[in-house]
């Protein structure tokens, strides 16, 4: 000190550079050096635990689906009244029509069905059936075209009609085994003469060669091609000026086309499926039209989203608040019931002599070494109602034959057997923290005069707070997510929310209500942890030492 | 280095061998996913082990992840690495699978073999092809299990489903599936409506209600059962006097275990069991699959498996085949759910009404349940 005070320049180390860089440069390198220690567990942390809950997080809310397979209707329905009561305009069910067409060849209709069932009850059938049909409607025009000429069957006459002579020389004769496929080329007379037409056989052309890896040359075109040109037509194209393969045939299917029959969209629609002609469904489809959606977790908090809102679901649908209630409640309960058992046990282990202490230690630890599966089976034998305990009961005299105890498919059942199954998780800490705790203690506070229960209380019983606390937690966030044991031996009074997580996990593949669940379970187990810190103080807490 | 070009060469010729291959050529291996247990064993001695004696050097690794199928399958298709070749689902799953397009759509005709007599495949299935995407194997009912010494003395044995819900005349617990499907038919049946109804009444709100309130009147006294496993083991124990299960599964309590259960078969619901082949297999992969589903699915090795388990075959061709049991030598057509004197009062599962409404009805029963 007296050495900084009498020189004026920052104190140097050996090498000549201040020492307070000098420092913070061995601190950084110690801390660089750390950090490439631990990369690895940080990246396999980051990518098998924290990246698969991020992903969870967003199905919760994403519902890009329907905008991806009904990209045309969700926008034509932008300006429907959903309160009114008549259903979108023709305009709607044109785009609809444009839609299927595409979802059905990707058969992407049927998982937007799924999706959209999970909200309105009766789509999923809806998209199964339409898009069985749907080809009849376009078949309306086609027919007609068909019947005019045996030209318009055929997909090479289409392809020759439509594309360059270049691209049709390639494109005549190309095989899978050939690789990539010349890309469909326009004839620009006909692209000029025949704007939609060739929008809606690019379309079909994207598709056949892009997504379906099929000859297009030898593809027979979607009935939406014959519509576009249907409409070209009518729109009195101007064809006389074309040459080519089909011109001919082209201009005669000018003349006629006035005179064909053509159907509405909405008729067509309906005629296929009346579903189309209810109200619900369409108000399902613009209701989770959006990208991202609240439906879920209003979903997972018995609500949903209605005309005007949120609002409450129907009584005799409501069920995931009073599970939480429950899970959080019989958590709780396990929690105070493994304190209650493990305490002493852990007293026990602390105390007694070595060799006992070990062998009560692997008491402890034998069922902990046996499958979970076993152990819940094991119980269920147990506590049934002519199980081990009932039949000793009655024996005994205890309880008369008829009035055998239920102790399992209830509440009871599950807290008994979860209790038993989560009791090494308390003892283990308890029993790591008293072991620290000097027995002279105890000695000191009775030899000042403490009667047994004072020198419990005011001595031990404190100092063994932090284990209390470590196991606690331990056995609290284990029972909150557990699902096997209510499962088995809960019935129906003694499951979880665990229960419903997986039932839209693994069965209904409803994944985004499940992911809402989890989410609220992490959130509820966050805030938990955060009073816990703030009431009893994490820093209490500890787990051996 | 030296090691790197090994190893790169190695790749590149292994990637040239595949290529090479892959006209035509089968995967030496597969990978079959059922229900383990004596369903998947019955399999096994029907299916995969006289293909395999057939096959030199193939090898069917086997995993017994059906009742995850679905979920499972989803996710592997997500990550882009589907590990299965073959997937024993139930009907409802296999429409589900395929409505996700996760699952292959088959053409019956081309890909399976005709019957003997050169009836056409989708003719020998018939209406049992309830999805574009499946492969009927054995048609398996849902139907009660009771102990026949705990009938009531003075009472008849039951025989009518509706005997579920006579507390008064047969006391003690029952065990039902804990999930809608099935229970809702059986109350709305017992609560008066006509068995041609039961599906426009349980459309509604109020049918749904009925068929709740009817159940209500017996919901003190049941044991809800999640595995296929837990009737037989509650029936066995003595702790219900009757349950629904798989007759599969009663059938073993009876002639294998010999405890004293009986099967009621009045109202049994008949469901169906098959292969699905998943979307995006290699060619190699697709092949042997393709090849061992044609041999799996003929009419003598369907009317095989029906000699490990009590199961009907879902080929017509194949119902005059039953045989004997493998193991225990009894009879096996009398034990089949479609045998004519069982089938006299029967539903078929009705997939296309619970494909849409088992979700909403499945909320409404849970939060029923739970109450």
């Known amino acids: 000190m007296s050495d900084a005070s009498t020189s004026n320049g920052p104190v140097l180390a050996a090498d000549g550079t201040p020492l307070k860089r000098s420092l913070a440069r061995s601190l950084r390198m110690q801390k660089t050096r750390a950090l490439l220690l631990i990369a690895p567990l940080l990246v396999f942390v980051l990518i098998t635990f924290i990246a698969p809950i991020a992903d969870m997080l967003f199905r919760s809310v994403e519902n890009q689906i329907v905008s991806d397979t009904l990209p045309e209707t969700t926008i034509a329905l932008r300006g429907w009244d959903p309160k009114g009561e008549d259903l979108p305009d023709e305009a709607v069910f044109e785009a609809l029509f444009n839609d299927m067409q595409l979802a059905t060849e990707r058969k992407r209709h049927t998982s937007l069905g799924t999706r959209l069932n999970y909200e309105q009850v009766g789509i999923s059938s809806l998209f199964r059936q339409s898009g069985r049909k749907i080809k009849d409607i376009g078949e309306v025009w086609q027919d007609q075209f068909e019947d005019l000429d045996a030209f318009w069957k055929k997909g090479e006459n289409w392809a020759e009609l439509l594309g360059t002579e270049s691209w049709v020389a390639s494109a005549k004769d190309w095989k899978k085994a050939d690789g990539a496929q010349p890309r469909f080329q326009a004839r620009a007379d006909v692209a000029a003469a025949l704007p939609q037409t060739l929008a809606a056989y690019q379309d079909f052309a994207d598709f056949t060669q892009l997504e379906d890896n099929k000859a297009l040359y030898k593809e027979d075109p979607w009935g939406k091609v014959y519509v576009a040109l249907h409409a070209d037509l009518n729109a009195s194209a101007d064809v006389s000026a074309l040459t080519g393969p089909g011109a001919d045939v082209l201009k005669a299917a000018a003349i006629a086309a006035p005179g064909f029959e053509t159907v509405s969209y909405r008729d067509a629609f309906i005629d296929i499926h009346d579903g189309w002609a209810k109200l619900d469904n369409w108000r399902a489809i613009q209701t989770y039209a959006a990208s991202y959606t609240p439906g879920y977790f209003l979903n997972a908090v018995d609500m949903q989203i209605g005309p005007d809102g949120a609002e409450a679901r129907p009584e005799n649908q409501q069920i995931y608040i009073r599970l939480f209630g429950r899970t959080l409640y019989m958590s709780l309960v396990i929690t105070f019931a493994c304190i209650a058992l493990g305490y002493p046990v852990a007293w026990l282990l602390a105390n007694l002599p070595m060799r006992t202490a070990n062998l009560l230690m692997i008491l402890v630890l034998l069922p902990f070494w046996t499958s979970l599966l076993v152990r819940t089976s094991a119980w269920k034998v147990m506590l049934q109602q002519q199980g081990v305990i009932n039949d000793v009961l009655v024996w005994l005299g205890m309880v008369a034959e008829d009035g055998r105890l239920v102790m399992i498919n209830n509440q009871t059942g599950t807290i008994i057997a979860m209790t038993h199954i989560l009791l090494p998780f308390m003892i283990l800490p308890m029993y790591s923290v008293m072991q620290t705790i000097p027995p002279t203690y105890l000695r000191a506070a009775k030899s000042l005069g403490a009667t047994n229960w004072t020198a419990f209380w005011r001595v031990y019983f404190p100092q063994t707070i932090p284990g209390i606390g470590a196991g606690s937690i331990l056995v609290f966030i284990l029972a909150i997510g557990y699902y096997i044991t209510p499962a088995i031996v809960g019935g129906t009074t003694g499951v979880f929310i665990s229960d419903r997580i997986a039932y839209h996990i693994s069965s209904s593949l409803n994944w985004g209500l499940g992911a809402a669940l989890g989410a609220i379970l992490l959130v509820v187990v966050l805030i938990l942890y955060w009073a816990y810190d703030r009431i009893v103080g994490i820093d209490n807490v500890k787990l051996g030492g | ?371």
């Open chain 2, 1 to 371: 280095m030296t090691l790197t070009k090994t190893l790169m060469a190695t790749t590149v010729l292994t990637f040239a061998a595949t290529s090479v291959f892959a006209d035509g050529h089968k995967a030496d291996s597969m990978t079959a996913v059922s229900w383990g247990g004596a369903y998947q064993k019955s399999q096994q001695r029907a299916y995969t082990e006289p293909y395999a004696a057939a096959n030199d050097g193939l090898e069917v690794i086997w995993d017994e992840s059906s009742a995850e199928a679905v979920a499972k399958l989803r996710a592997m298709n997500e990550a882009g690495n589907v590990t299965w070749d073959i997937v024993d689902v139930v009907a409802a799953d296999a429409i589900r699978l395929c409505d996700e397009g996760l699952a292959m759509e088959i053409d019956a005709d081309e890909v399976l073999a005709a019957a003997p007599d050169g009836t056409s495949a989708s003719d020998d299935f018939g209406d049992l092809l309830v999805s574009d995407c499946f492969i009927p194997q054995i048609v398996y009912s849902t139907t009660m299990g009771y102990r026949t010494d705990l009938v009531p003395a003075g009472a008849e044995a039951p025989n009518d489903i509706c005997d579920v819900f006579d507390l008064a005349t047969y006391p003690g617990k029952r065990a039902l599936e804990k999930r809608p499907i099935n229970n809702m038919e059986w109350a709305l049946l017992c609560d008066g409506v006509a068995k041609s109804d039961v599906y426009d009444v349980l459309a509604t709100e109020d049918g749904q209600e009925q068929a709740l309130a009817k159940l209500d009147t017996i919901k003190d006294s049941v044991v809800w059962w999640s595995a296929g496993a837990d009737t037989p083991q509650l029936l066995a124990d003595g702790e219900i006097f009757m349950g629904s299960t798989y007759n599969g599964r009663l059938f073993s309590v009876i002639e294998e275990q010999k405890q004293p259960v009986a099967i009621m078969w009045d109202a049994q619901v008949f469901d169906l069991d098959g292969w699905i082949i998943p979307t995006g297999l290699p060619e190699d992969r697709l092949a042997r699959v393709m090849d061992f589903v044609k041999f799996a699915t003929d009419t003598q090795r369907l009317a095989d498996q029906a000699k490990y388990i009590s199961y009907g075959p879902a080929r017509a061709s194949s119902a005059p085949l039953v045989g004997k049991h493998a193991d225990l030598g009894i009879e096996m057509a009398p034990h089949m759910p479609t045998d004519p004197a069982n089938a006299q009062n029967t539903f078929l599962y009705n997939y296309e009404f619970w494909a849409d409404y088992r979700d909403d009805i499945d909320a409404k029963f849970q939060a029923w349940l739970a109450k």
